[in-house]
Each structure stands twice: as C-alpha cells, then as structure tokens.
C-alpha cells in the first residue's frame, strides 16, 4: 500500500469527529450489528484529473454499502465534465452505520456528484449513524455536489459532517435539503436528532463559512431545542445553496440566486458569504415538488452564470 493511502477500513477513517452532544449522548452497542462490522461501514473515494481535454475517474475506492456505476459525460455543451451517481445498495441508513466520501477534484477538473435518490434514515433503537464527507477543489476546479434529500424516519439519529477545501480559483457549488419525515405516513419531525455540519475553507485552513443545523423532536425530552418556529417556520422542507466563487463578484452571484427565485412560491432568503468568497441561499416550503424546482433553479442560474452555459437536465438512473 502507498504510505500515503489512509487505512480507509480503520474505524479512526470512518468514525465522526466532533459528534454534537445531542447524538453522542445516544451512542450504545446495539442488540444487531454493531458499528464497524460487516456491511456497517460504507466508503467511497474519488480523485478526478483531466486527461485529454476530459475529467476522467482516475481513483476509486468504494466499499459496500456506497458504490457508483462509471461517470457519465452527458453535457454536449460542456462534454468535458463527468457527472458522477452516489449509490447505496442498503435501502437506506441504519442504526451504528458508518459512511465516509471522500472526493478529490484536480486542477481544471469539471465535476458534477448527486445521488441515484433520496437518503432514508432508518427507525433506530440503540446508537446512532453518521456520514462524514471530505470534498476538495483544486485550482481552477468547477464542482457541483447536489445529493438528493435527507429524509429521517420516526425515532432516527444521524450526524453528517462535511468539509469542503476550495482553493484559490475554483469553484464548488454544494446543496442540500431536509424533509420533516415521512410526510404521506403522518411522521413530522419524529426523529429523535438530525445534526449536520458543514465546514468551508482554504487550503492553508483560512474558514470561509460554517453552517450548522440541530434538530431534535420533543421525544428528545426536556431542555432541547426542538423544531420551533425558528427552525422550519411551520413548514416540511429546507434546503440551502453554498456558491463559493471568485470568477465573478459575490454581490453578482447573490442578485442572480435572488432573480431566479422570485415568484417560484417558496420562502427564500439569499446572500454572500463572508470573505466575499461567494453567496448562499435557503429556502423554506410546504410542497417538495416546489421546494425541488426552486433549489434546480438556483443551481442552474449559478451553473449558467460561472460556466456560460445551460445546466443539463439530469435524469436519475
């Protein structure tokens, strides 16, 4: 093995860091199969680089239950950029899953990640799961990472961590959106803690922007935030856009994310980020089909500005 090839199977690779108190307070040894066992741990790692004018999958690790079929260079105005499928052949995510993606994006690469659907947090009943996701852009790099959403079942507990690195002269455009639940069965936030974090900075480790979201339903007990009026405002999904760019002025990439949405029927607010290094939206909604069109809108009007072409239409395999 090359000495600089992590251990990917060592629980120190796919255990998370800086768990909130919230979900580590849960951590216990299940009655089924416990953290680190078989089919527990799934991992994916990626490194693109060009090769002949085209962005090509030059490294790949994946370990079931997180697998990808070959890229895809669907795009005839920009043929040169991969469009990469996450997959997990589980179903979903259950109690004392483990998962780590790694995504190594070289200089001059165009990459788009997403996955093949929505990520369902499974029922839980002892311990918790977790997904740590390390994205890195390098110079001159164009990279979008738009999963589908997360949806967290009655009594879940989930922390995600992702931290992107983008150096000077690329781009990363990075979403994400949250359900209350299973909707169509009733269940609105009756998961037991729904904790993400992501961390956006420099190479040399200069913060660019940190965003936070802690939720915890009344079965959480007394003393916790919950999901108040200042969480979701009385409605079943939130989604954000984090657009960190230095090809065009911030103010510019902010007005465009807020043309885009005005009149599309979700609650929106929009601004730069700090250091001026690009800008960010989140948007509120009752409707997913809404709240879906409203974040493809923002991501396409931000794929066409910084790129000066269309944003593809994707269809999910």
Do not use: N
């Not at 997360?150 to 990075?174: K, N």
């Not at 299973?182 to 993400?196: C, D, F």
């Not at 940190?210 to 405002?233: C, E, K, N, Q, Y």
């Amino acid at each position: 093995m090359d000495r600089r090839t992590p251990d990917r199977l060592a629980p120190a690779h796919y255990s998370p860091v800086r768990v909130p108190p919230d979900v580590a307070g849960l951590a216990s040894v299940p009655d089924t199969l416990a953290a680190g066992s078989p089919a527990k741990v799934g991992i994916l790692d990626l490194g693109f680089e060009v090769r002949a004018g085209r962005t090509e999958l030059v490294e790949r690790y994946q370990k079931t239950p997180l697998q990808i079929m070959r890229p895809l260079w669907i795009d005839p105005a920009m043929p040169g950029m991969s469009y990469v499928y996450l997959m997990a052949t589980g179903g979903g995510i259950a109690q004392a899953d483990r998962y780590r993606m790694d995504f190594r994006c070289g200089p001059g690469t165009e990459v788009h990640l997403t996955t093949q659907a929505a990520t369902k947090i499974f029922r839980m009943e002892h311990d918790y799961a977790s997904q740590r996701v390390q994205l890195t852009a390098h110079e001159d790099a164009y990279v979008e990472y738009l999963p589908d959403p997360l949806i967290p079942f009655r009594d879940s507990r989930f922390y995600q961590r992702t931290e992107v690195t983008v150096a000077s002269g690329a781009t990363v455009v990075i979403g994400d959106t949250v359900t209350a639940g299973r909707l169509a069965r009733g269940e609105r936030h009756a998961y037991r803690v729904l904790a993400t974090d992501l961390r956006i900075a420099r190479p040399d480790g200069t913060l660019l922007a940190i965003d936070t979201l802690r939720l915890t339903s009344g079965a959480a007990g007394p003393g916790h935030a919950g999901v108040g009026p200042g969480v979701f405002a009385g409605h079943d999904h939130v989604a954000s856009l984090f657009v960190v760019s230095d090809r065009l002025p911030a103010g510019e990439i902010a007005d465009t994310l807020h043309d885009a949405l005005a009149g599309l029927g979700v609650l929106y607010g929009v601004s730069v980020l700090p250091r001026d290094c690009g800008a960010w939206v989140r948007l509120l909604g009752d409707s997913p089909v809404r709240v879906a069109a409203a974040h493809d809108a923002a991501r396409s009007c931000v794929h066409l500005l910084l790129t000066g072409h269309p944003a593809p239409a994707l269809r999910k395999p």
